[in-house]
Structures are given as C-alpha cells and as structure tokens.
C-alpha cells in the first residue's frame, strides 16, 4: 500500500506557473505508475497526465505544451510543473499512483489550484 500527500496548489494568475508535488511513502515507488487528475465543480475527473516506472509520459491535448510530469526516485515523489496556466485550468488537482503489478490505485487528498486574475 502507498500513502500519497499533495502540496503546491494555490492561487495564480493567468498566464502564470505553479509546480505540484506528490510524495509517496509505504512502499516501493518504482512499482507503481504515477498520474495527475483533476476534478472541476460540476464537472467529472479527468486524466492530466501520467508517467509510467520507466518514465515514458502521456498528456492530456488541453495541457499538451504548457504541462510537464516528471518523477524523482530518490525522493519518491512525482511532480507537475503547470505554465502558461488559463482559468478552465482552475479544479482540484489529485494525484493518483497505481501498482503495476496489482493494477491497484491510490488516490492522494487533492490540492486546489486557482486560475483566476
């Protein structure tokens, strides 16, 4: 089992950045696929992007360019640097880890970030 904790969401303006973080911590963190999702009101939960063990990254077409996920081993911990950030980019940010062998997610708490002038 994986123990997940999400930091750096906030309030920014548009046009600016913010870098999220996940720690992991409970298990190994190479066996698990890391994601971001994000939840808007009204709205259902949708992939941001994800990076795989072995760091290969997939990208959601409206973050494409201006998100970039990342993952450091050491510190057991996936990251998301957000430029160039617009309102509808405005939700709760979760991240979530999957085991790769179990196929059995994890979901963190959630941080919000704030799009807005």
């Known amino acids: 089992q994986v123990q997940l904790v999400e930091s750096g969401g906030g309030l920014v303006q548009p046009g600016g950045s913010l870098r999220l973080s996940c720690a992991a911590s409970g298990s190994i963190f190479s066996s698990y696929a890391m994601g971001w999702y994000r939840q808007a009101p009204g709205k259902q939960r949708e992939l941001v992007a994800d990076?795989?063990?072995?760091?290969?990254?997939n990208y959601a077409d409206s973050v494409k360019g201006r998100f970039t996920i990342s993952r450091d081993s050491a510190k057991n911990t996936v990251f998301l640097q957000m430029n160039s950030l617009k309102p509808e980019d405005t939700a709760v940010y979760y991240c979530?880890?999957?085991?790769?062998?179990?196929?059995?997610?994890?979901w963190g708490q959630g941080t919000q970030v704030t799009v807005s002038s």
């Open positions: 990076i795989t063990s072995g760091g290969i990254t």
């Open positions: 979530k880890a999957t085991n790769i062998w179990l196929g059995k997610d994890y």
